[in-house]
């Protein structure tokens, strides 16, 4: 599918997104589009210099692993890819905290508001209310 | 540029421009024209789906997650016939004494605040609901509070035919909630004004405003505008700003109002809050009923604010601390899941506030004072004291770290939470009540506007929303915007008169 971001480094996301809620790894093709598709349409009203930072960003912590492990993030195991994700979340630098912040706010986003997930964790709510529960 | 005329212009419908619409109605029989210019859609309670992304981005400016410049809190606010009181709980309360005593703002006194707030609790049918529809989410608030040493008292709320849908941040989708979209603006529309949707005023000129209408874009929700789609310009003698503390400061700003006003922007408080949840042995109903049914006021003891609250999935995931497989475990807890809203009475400083970049958009600058992390502190330390004392196994508190804590370990929850952990960028902090940006006061160095919302040296223009308030309310804002809304509104029919050049009879 088109997008503002992830057509560009899209396997990269799904890498950090699957890191970010595991239960993503089991996400056919349809749910995978329907996750993206979520993330950018909420992009899509946003400037466009925020959307080419968060290119740099995850293309960042694709390439960051190189130092310590010689690998790519999408090289990497699962605990691997964790202590890379922590060490962004940890930091003492804001700018890093703060770019971590909104690429897992985003991985949140493309998987927990599919209404799939609202069954899969028994979130219920229904605008019809307490009649639906009876 | 079309060119229109109207007497009166209101920008923005929440509930500031709601209740001056509705207050100045009756002057439309005595040939007033009166216009409402809303920035976003006019939604039916029937297009609200309950869907989170979904009605964020119907509803909300930046689908709710507008970010400060610092990028460490989310502001939500709407942009929608009815402005925030659509996506608002209903939570209905008076403001304290002690906070307009604190305001300072001569001519405001607390039993007129208060004599106007009761004409807004009756017209918006405001009441306590019955237990038999309080959800155990809120029944262990109250529990948790009881058996902790603290007192919750009932929130009432402006509900009419309320199902429990629990989707109230959403847009009720039976139409229950008695919002200026469902009370005041129907009124006002029957009495004559005008509203205008998806009408966004760019500026504020010498007695009119220019105005960008824009189409409905392909699948969105709501109706289309009223007016076709394109560039305006609206004469009128009267102006309001009632597009709340994100909108007014803005658009004085970008209208080169600072110039004469060095006050603007300035007062920005928000009440910072967190989400927190915890996790019961058992399912709870958590998802279904009003979510926010109690309270706990701490404000004048530890600066805090708790309240029973129950969020949507995604806004539940984005507000816990952490990733991977702790934090999913405890997101398939869902329906075992208690929470709590913690709000900060944070106070206006100079470091805080609204200003505009050089495309004229909006930029917030709020940086967390020491009281307001503490804050947050005490108030996760107390939350974590309710939800133990109510069942729970483990509560998670984002100034933790790991923000898990155990039932075994909840002897030493003061000690776990510390303001040490209070890490901004890692942890997440959000605020729905903006405040101030606009403030009254005596004087033009000090404030824009009088405690009638006259903007200093300017007559044909009024504030009318909760940019005016100096500081922090300390509660749920609403009913104090109605209150001042109402001064305002009386103030305009006293000025009208002499502002529109002509005769108003007293019966308008």
């Known amino acids: 599918m088109s997008g503002f971001v992830l057509p560009s480094v899209r396997a990269q996301f799904r890498a950090i997104a699957t890191a970010v809620v595991p239960e993503a790894a089991s996400l056919d093709d349809a749910a995978w589009a329907e996750a993206e598709g979520l993330i950018e349409r909420t992009l899509a009203g946003r400037p466009p210099a925020l959307r080419r930072q ?66 899969a964790m028994g979130y219920r709510a229904d605008t019809r209310g307490w009649e639906a529960r009876r | 540029m079309i060119e229109r005329e109207y007497d009166i212009v209101i920008i923005g419908s929440g509930a500031g421009g709601g209740t001056v619409a509705a207050e100045l109605a009756p002057m439309c029989k005595q040939g007033v024209r009166i216009l409402v210019l809303e920035q976003g859609p006019r939604v039916p309670p029937d297009e609200m789906t309950g869907r989170e992304v979904e009605m964020a981005g119907a509803l909300y400016a930046d689908d709710g997650g507008f970010l400060t410049a610092e990028g460490t809190m989310s502001l939500a606010f709407a942009r929608a016939y009815g402005g925030s009181t659509l996506v608002y709980t209903g939570t209905s309360l008076v403001a304290p004494e002690r906070v307009i005593r604190h305001w300072a703002v001569r001519g405001l006194a607390h039993d ?178 009003h979510p926010k049914s109690y309270y706990l006021d701490r404000a004048v003891e530890e600066g805090f604010v708790l309240e ?34 913690v709000l900060a009475c944070d106070h206006a400083v100079p470091e805080n506030r609204i200003t505009v970049d050089a495309a004229g958009e909006p930029v917030v600058h709020y940086s967390f004072t020491p009281a307001v992390v503490e804050s947050l502190v005490r108030a996760t330390r107390a939350s974590a004291r309710i939800f133990f004392a109510a069942g729970a196994l483990r509560v998670h508190a984002p100034s933790a770290d790991p923000p898990l804590i155990e039932a075994a370990d909840a002897a030493r929850a003061d000690d776990l939470i510390d303001a040490r952990h209070f890490m901004t960028g890692r942890i997440s902090i959000s605020a729905a009540h903006l405040m101030g940006g606009a403030v009254m006061g005596g004087s033009p160095a000090d404030s824009v506007a009088d405690s009638f919302g006259r903007v200093h040296g300017v007559p044909w223009l009024r504030v009318a929303d909760a940019s005016l308030f100096p500081d922090s309310l300390e509660i749920n804002p609403y009913v104090t915007i109605m209150a001042l809304a109402d001064r305002v509104a009386e103030a305009i029919r006293a000025d009208a008169p002499a502002l529109l050049g002509r005769r108003i009879t007293e019966a308008a």
């Open chain 1, 54 to 119: 968060l290119t740099m960003l995850i293309r960042a912590i694709d390439l960051l692993p190189l130092l310590r492990y010689g690998r790519r993030f999408t090289e990497l195991d699962a605990a691997r890819r964790t202590r890379v994700l922590l060490a962004f979340q940890d930091s003492p630098l804001l700018l890093l905290r703060r770019g971590l912040w909104g690429i897992r706010t985003l991985a949140m986003l493309g998987y927990y508001a599919r209404p799939a997930a609202y069954a």
């Open chain 2, 112 to 289: 007129d605040v208060v004599r106007r707030s009761a004409k807004y609790l009756a017209q918006n049918n405001v009441h306590p609901l019955p237990q038999e529809e309080i959800n155990e989410n809120n029944r262990l608030f109250v529990t948790g509070c009881e058996i902790a040493g603290y007192h919750a008292e009932q929130f009432p709320v402006n509900v009419r035919g309320c199902k429990g849908s629990s989707l109230c941040n959403l847009g009720c989708p039976n139409g229950a909630k008695m919002g200026t979209n469902a009370v005041q603006l129907p009124a006002a529309e029957r009495g004559g004004v005008e509203v205008v949707t998806r009408a966004e005023v760019r500026t504020i000129e010498e007695r009119a405003v220019t105005v960008r209408v824009r189409e409905k874009a392909a699948g969105a929700k709501g109706a289309p505008s009223e007016w076709p789609a394109g560039e305006y310009r609206v004469r009128a003698s009267i102006i309001v700003c009632s597009g709340g503390s994100m909108g007014t400061p803005v658009l004085l700003l970008r209208s080169g109002f600072a110039r004469h006003l060095p006050a603007l922007g300035a007062g920005f408080t928000c009440h910072p809050a967190h989400i927190l949840v915890a996790e019961h042995p058992r399912p709870i109903t958590n998802d279904v009923g």
């Open chain 2, 308 to 341: 029973s609250c129950m969020y949507y999935p995604f806004t539940t995931a984005k507000n816990l601390t952490g990733f991977g497989a702790p934090h999913s475990a405890l997101m398939r807890a869902f329906p075992r899941l208690q929470m709590i809203l």
